[in-house]
């Protein structure tokens, strides 16, 4: 989206602010401005001068789920499902899980399906840009932290703690290795612009170093680097780190303690085809009668804030997580009704372009969605400070709590 330099970066998220206000009257400036442009820089002096001096954090909560104390979201790069499934080390790893077998990435390319698997909406993101979403747009960890349940972001080869730059390369051989686009929390302002919130978005070290003094977050979003997970490399060696990972974590009472896994890829490689992506649920949360067993239902990544807000009973974004399915083992146990697509709509749905958004560079921009602060979902209402924030604007909204997304063919007031 941007081409831009660093000292450009205050400017445009005070703009992007503005323009996402209600009635376009724009956020306060200490609340819009980002923080100074060295958290971006990624230099090599410069990032090694920021981790002398990168803050920490790794709190910890135990607040009860109603099927799992623990969520685990795993993403891998760009690949077709059949491809996945075949895989000797992903077949492993479904083989004492649920397949989900029609789990859906919600557009093309990457960065917009992050987005939207914590945002609820990828707001009309159409491409891998450096994304700013503005500081009245709320996301997964708002409500997380309204129920004080700890959550946590581990990027692999990012080099410090709450580090912005647009990506990290290995400094031996030069390939990518971090990306900020496959680090969906970061892209949020409200995230971005916060150093409590900043100390909980950390590499995969420290990940080993949290599940060593048993201090990992309840919520937590992993990726690996841009060879691990398939991106610059193949679904081998993608299976081969998945399985070196977790595996020995399937032991672990660190990490095995109600816990849930989600194993996911964020978009599918044949852009011809149907956007379905492999994605397996594992950990000692999966009841043994399902072990090795696969789901049918269809799911998409809003999907993921969905059954996480079942779970734990939390308030919703008033966007697309309100009428997503929740993973249909736990809608048993919450009382949520799993739907289907109607009249057969979903045969025609690619999911591989963008609809019009605020955050478009080619497809077109559209106004910036307004939440629907009125959606209920079995008794989940919106986020109180939601609410208050967009309470009287809420009219024309496109978030009906349907369960069928629009895409760039059936874009939102057409879905």
């Not at 998945?242 to 964020?266: A, G, S, Y």
């Not at 697309?320 to 919450?334: H, K, L, P, R």
């Amino acid at each position: 989206m941007f081409d831009i330099k660093l000292t450009q970066l205050p400017v445009l998220l005070s703009l992007a602010c503005s323009i996402f206000a209600p009635g376009g009257a724009a956020i306060p400036t200490a609340t819009s401005v980002v923080a100074p442009a060295s958290p971006t820089a990624s230099d090599a002096a410069d990032v090694l001068a920021a981790q002398a001096i990168a803050k920490t954090r790794s709190p910890v909560s135990h607040v009860k789920g109603k099927k799992f104390k623990r969520y685990c979201s795993l993403w891998f790069e760009n690949t077709d499902y059949a491809m996945a499934a075949a895989d000797p080390n992903f077949r492993f790893f479904a083989e004492r899980g649920i397949t989900l077998e029609n789990m859906f990435a919600v557009t093309h390319p990457s960065e917009p399906n992050y987005l939207a698997a914590v945002g609820g909406d990828y707001f009309g993101l159409d491409g891998d840009p450096f994304t700013v979403v503005p500081h009245n747009v709320s996301s997964i960890v708002d409500l997380l932290e309204d129920k004080g349940i700890s959550w946590g972001l581990y990027q692999e080869d990012m080099p410090y703690t709450g580090y912005q730059g647009y990506d990290w390369v290995n400094q031996e051989t030069g390939a990518d290795a971090y990306v900020r686009k496959h680090n969906p929390e970061v892209l949020f302002n409200s995230v971005a612009t916060n150093p409590k919130r900043l100390e909980l978005i950390k590499n995969t070290t420290m990940f080993h170093a949290d599940l060593a003094a048993n201090t990992l977050p309840q919520w937590m979003f992993i990726t690996p680097n841009m060879t691990s997970d398939g991106h610059d490399s193949s679904i081998t060696v993608a299976g081969k780190w998945l399985r070196e990972f977790l595996e020995p974590l399937l032991d672990d009472p660190n990490f095995m303690d109600e816990t849930l896994v989600l194993i996911t890829f964020d978009e599918n490689e044949t852009y011809a085809e149907q956007n379905r992506v492999f994605s397996v649920l594992i950990g000692d949360a999966v009841p043994e009668h399902l072990v090795n067993t696969t789901d049918s239902t269809y799911y998409d990544h809003y999907s993921e804030i969905a059954t996480v807000e079942a779970n734990w009973d939390l308030h919703t974004l008033g966007r697309f997580d309100v009428g997503a399915n929740i993973f249909s083992y736990i809608a048993e146990c919450t009382g949520d009704k799993i739907r289907e697509w109607s009249n057969g709509a979903l045969e025609n749905r690619y999911f591989n372009l963008s609809y019009p958004g605020i955050l478009a560079e080619k497809v077109g921009w559209a106004p910036q969605p307004v939440p629907n602060v009125g959606l209920v979902a079995n008794k989940r209402t919106v986020l109180p400070a939601i609410k208050k924030y967009w309470e009287g604007q809420d009219e024309g909204t496109v978030y009906q709590g349907q369960l069928e997304i629009p895409d760039g063919l059936n874009p939102p007031d057409e879905a």
